[in-house]
Nanobody, 121 residues
Framework: QVQLVESGGGLVQAGGSLRLSCAAS????????MSWYRQTPKKQRELVAT???????RYADSVKGRFTISRDNAKNTVYLQMNSLKPEDTAVYYC???????????????WGQGTQVTVSS
């Protein structure tokens, strides 16, 4: 059984910072890409940032220069450092990871339960 558990959400004023963490645990053979998504009641879930095993990253245009994704492969953990936060960053943030549970198993996407980030103006 594989679990992804997020932490670090909360309430912050505009211009402030938050750091999200997401730890994967359980029967894990390998993890490929790890990503952060966000969703609001009015919008579809959108990709915020992705980092693959070799450290290559990709960001949504709306967060470039403000957010930084990183990972600790030894801890199976991905982080999202969010700076210069804006009210429009308010959303539930989800982490996702492509995980293989055995050498011959298929890569499968796993999701965390989500953590609320609220940015006040």
């Amino acid at each position: 059984q594989v679990q992804l558990v997020e932490s670090g959400g909360g309430l912050v004023q505009a211009g402030g910072s938050l750091r999200l963490s997401c730890a994967a645990s359980g029967s894990i053979f390998s993890i490929n890409a790890m990503s952060w998504y966000r969703q609001t009641p009015k919008k579809q879930r959108e990709l915020v940032a992705t980092i693959v095993y070799d450290g290559t990253t990709r960001y949504a245009d709306s967060v470039k220069g403000r957010f930084t994704i990183s990972r600790d492969n030894a801890k199976n953990t991905v982080y999202l450092q969010m700076n210069s936060l804006k009210p429009e960053d308010t959303a539930v943030y989800y982490c996702a990871a492509g995980i293989r549970v055995a050498p011959t198993s298929m890569m499968r996407d796993y999701w965390g339960q989500g953590t609320q980030v609220t940015v006040s103006s």
